[in-house]
């Protein structure tokens, strides 16, 4: 089957954006299959590199389909063009269906379309900037070249659910494995991909003195774990791993999904009772490897769903299969009626929601929650750049993320994370009674 590339001739190619005579006729001939290329070598998330990858090839479909040209000749005029069509057509040409049986229907929000024309200009940047096979950038004078009002790129609004109906939902859930899922999103704010790559060995459950719980301790003896530095010596704690791209080998595992923080050095986030409990109460109802021939490499903290006796790593697909969304009407939130399928953003619960849940409930005077956490230490536990110490274009020097690791002795960690994390993350009240854990020390004298 030909491409549209092939439509033109080499000397055609070749003259495309007429600036040089040195361009590259093969690179010209294939720039979107060179430009997805590029992405995956770099370890780019799949699922983006795809979608990037459909967009671009509607892109090249539209301008031959209106002018029978090539994306390397073409002008911020087309770039236009595209919008509008993006605006008022009913039908794509080249994106089909879930389920294939032709093009798919356009309709996109504003957010949408935007984000199209921005992959556009990432594309044109490749091109002009690393390849030097063109001399602009098109795409990126059209998105200037548009009035303020041509996208409206606010946020949807997200469901406003209460502690109570919060809560009624988490008691709601069948089994440890889902309650243990949701209440680690709900307390540290993390992503799905952060979550799966979390592993037995940057979990450290206490025992309330000091000392590691003796039912997780006879976990990772079993499966001949060492806890990691970063949460040995501090009970009650999980280490989140610092960003990393998908296929990346961590501990002699090819992690599927990267993580996507900001930070550079990951977090180490506290465990109060309710989660401890949760993740306690999932450990001991999951079933256990029939044979472990996984020594040395890494053990997932929650495993695949089926669970047949081994230690597979709980994927994203299983995830989006067990709650159910982008594209299924079944899993749990679709059975609570918390998701519909093709209903509007801003009525579906998705499971990136508990990370806004988290985020926007512990801001001040922000949410349904009554307490709040400094700005500071939401940014650690995100993962994120700690806004709150930017004051115009300069950076404070005194940050939460500085303060934490200015001691070795994790002395600072405990006054400022530790100590407000704890003191004000919020409590949903699933358990009459709770695992208890211990208090942090070094504190008393602040």
């Known amino acids: 089957m030909s491409s549209i590339s092939d439509q033109f001739t080499e000397e055609e190619i070749r003259e495309a954006d007429t600036t040089t005579s040195v361009d590259e006729v093969s690179l010209k001939s294939n720039a979107v299959s060179e430009f997805i290329d590029t992405k995956l070598e770099r370890g780019r998330q799949d699922q983006m590199v795809q979608q990037q990858k459909a967009r671009l090839r509607e892109f090249e479909a539209f301008v031959y389909w209106i002018d029978q040209a090539h994306v390397c000749m073409i002008d911020d005029g087309h770039v ?5 069509f993006l605006k008022h057509s009913d039908r794509y040409l080249t994106i089909t269906g879930m389920h294939g049986g032709g093009p798919a229907e356009l309709n996109v929000s504003d957010v949408t379309r935007h984000n199209i024309l921005s992959t556009l200009v990432t594309f044109y940047k490749f ?10 950038n098109p795409a990126q004078q059209a998105l200037r070249s548009f009035p303020e009002d041509e996208f409206d790129l606010t946020p949807p609004d997200r469901p406003r659910i209460e502690m109570d109906e919060m809560r009624e939902f988490l008691d709601w859930l069948d089994t440890p494995f889902e309650r243990a899922v949701i209440l680690t999103l709900l307390k540290t704010g993390v992503r799905i991909g952060e979550l799966i790559n979390i592993d037995l060995r940057c979990v450290h459950l206490g025992d309330g003195t000091g000392n590691t719980h003796p039912l997780y301790q006879s976990l990772l003896d079993q ?4 806890l990691i530095s970063e949460v040995r010596s501090k009970p009650d704690t999980m280490f989140v791993y610092t960003k990393f791209n998908q296929k990346s080998e961590i501990q002699e595992e090819v992690r599927k999904r990267g993580n996507k923080r900001k930070d550079e050095q ?3 986030i506290p465990i109060d009772d ?24 890494a053990i997932p903290l929650f495993t695949n769903v089926t669970n047949r006796g081994t230690l597979d790593r709980l994927t994203y697909n299983a995830v989006q299969t067990q709650f159910g969304e982008k594209g299924t009407a079944d899993g749990v939130l679709a059975e609570y009626g918390w998701y519909e399928k093709g209903a509007p953003t801003e009525e579906n619960v998705f499971m990136h929601y508990f990370r806004h849940y988290f985020t926007d409930n512990h801001k001040h005077n922000h949410g349904v929650y009554r307490g709040w956490m400094p700005a500071g230490v939401i940014a650690y536990i995100r993962g994120d750049v700690d806004k709150s110490a930017t004051v115009g274009s300069e950076r404070r020097e005194s940050t939460a993320r500085e303060n934490t690791y200015s001691h070795a002795d994790w002395r600072n960690y405990r006054l400022n994370i530790e100590q407000p994390y704890l003191d004000n993350v919020y409590k949903f009240g699933l358990y009459d009674q709770t695992v208890p854990r211990q208090e942090p020390q070094g504190v008393a004298n602040r």
């Not at 499966?223 to 060492?226: E, K, M, P, S």
């Not at 306690?280 to 040395?296: C, F, M, N, Q, V």
């Open 80 to 84: 236009v063009e595209f919008n509008d």
């Open 127 to 136: 091109l002009e900037e690393e390849k030097g096979v063109v001399s602009n």
């Open 223 to 226: 499966y001949d774990v060492d």
């Open 266 to 268: 990951g977090s180490v």
């Open 274 to 297: 309710e989660l401890k409990t949760a993740l306690l109460e999932y450990l001991l109802s999951r079933k256990p490897a029939l044979e472990h021939d996984r020594r040395g490499t």
